[in-house]
């Protein structure tokens, strides 16, 4: 696996990420933890057919955004580096410890319409054998295999925005933004190598709160 490492951080090295002062928004991170397969395919893509990510379904119990797929993240603490919190929320959330060298790169800082500043932090997680999900946060963990995100995202308009709402079809349904925008600009940079920026698209109405 240690190719599909490389080509990943080889490409977001190659990106730009867009890094944002955003006054008045909270600062926080998520983490892209890239994990081995489960059953990958022999002889195909190292990349999209070795690779999986987590993606955890948040807790019923939380008050905001109860339900809702994310990936593993939150704000930062008082002096974190956002590559800091990503691993240290990876941890608190779904048991997974990674030391600062799995940190691949970052992805442009995305605003949500709830006042956060988010910064994707792309981490290896390898083999990742025992995830154990927070019940406190998490109500249970997936392995997505890469090849699920390397779709077309669906754009939506509505009256209360001039910007697209972005739907990335994902398990059987419709994933939105902010982690729709975040993994779309993951499957450009790193899976198609191309800068495409993701900062302008728009959340759904149900999440601006």
């Known amino acids: 696996m240690s190719s599909s490492r490389e080509a990943v951080a080889a490409r977001l090295a190659a990106f730009d990420p867009v890094r944002t002062d955003g006054p008045g928004l909270k600062r926080a991170a ?3 933890t ?8 022999a002889g195909a893509d190292p990349v999209l057919d070795g690779l999986a990510f987590l993606l955890t379904r948040r807790a019923p119990t939380l008050r905001r955004h109860a339900g809702q797929w994310a990936l593993p ?6 002096d974190e580096t956002e590559a800091v919190a990503a691993r240290r929320e990876l941890a608190e959330e779904v048991g997974l410890y990674v030391d600062d060298d799995a940190v691949l790169g970052v992805l442009d ?3 949500t319409r709830s006042g956060y500043l988010i910064t994707p932090v792309v981490v290896w997680g390898g083999a990742a054998p025992d995830l154990t999900p927070n019940p406190a946060e998490v109500g249970s963990i997936h392995r997505v295999p890469l090849r699920m995100i390397d779709v077309e995202p669906r754009f939506l308009t509505i009256p209360e925005s001039d910007a697209p709402v972005i739907q990335l079809p994902l398990l059987g349904r419709f994933v939105h933004a902010p982690t729709a925008a975040v993994l779309h600009q993951f499957r450009e940079v790193a899976l198609q190598g191309r800068s495409t920026r993701v900062a302008h698209l728009e959340q759904p109405v149900f999440a601006w709160r």
């Not at 890239?34 to 395919?41: E, H, M, N, R, S």
């Open 73 to 78: 993240g939150g704000r930062l603490d008082a």
């Open 34 to 41: 890239l994990v081995t397969a489960d059953d990958p395919d």
């Open 109 to 111: 800082d995305y605003p």
């Open 30 to 32: 998520v983490a892209i």
